[in-house]
């Protein structure tokens, strides 16, 4: 059975720093770009960030370009998302997924595997 697991969210300050994982099981993903999106409440799932499946290339939402890194580890199956001088718009939960393609893009069609999710709150 392919799971995707995130942990790392939590409730924290303006200004402060969290790192979500995703650890993926049942397969490997080696082969596959991954991708962070995010959804707030009364919004619509929106694309937050995509790592290509060797993670030489990087996609980022304009929204969190320069403050979000994303990184992965295909030894150990997981992705990771650094988020820095979170702001209270960051709140939502975020969700990990694994993409059809070797380079990711912004759509959620693309995605076919689909972590459930870890909340993350900013304060201000």
């Known amino acids: 059975q392919v799971q995707l697991v995130e942990s790392g969210g939590g409730l924290v300050q303006a200004g402060d720093s969290l790192r979500l994982s995703c650890a993926a099981s049942?397969?490997?993903?080696?082969?596959?770009?991954m991708g962070w999106f995010r959804q707030a409440p009364g919004k619509e799932r929106e694309f937050v960030s995509t790592?290509?499946?060797?993670?030489?290339?990087?996609r980022y939402a304009g929204s969190v370009k320069g403050r979000f890194t994303i990184s992965r580890d295909n030894a150990t199956n997981s992705v990771f998302l650094q988020m820095n001088s979170l702001k209270p718009e960051d709140t939502a939960v975020y969700y990990c997924?694994?993409?059809?393609?070797?380079?990711?893009?912004?759509?959620?069609?693309?995605?076919?595997?689909w972590g459930p999710g870890t909340q993350v709150t900013v304060s201000s």
């Open positions: 997924a694994a993409s059809k393609r070797l380079v990711g893009g912004e759509a959620l069609y693309e995605y076919n595997y």
């Open positions: 049942g397969r490997t993903f080696s082969s596959n770009a």
């Open positions: 790592i290509s499946w060797d993670g030489d290339s990087t």
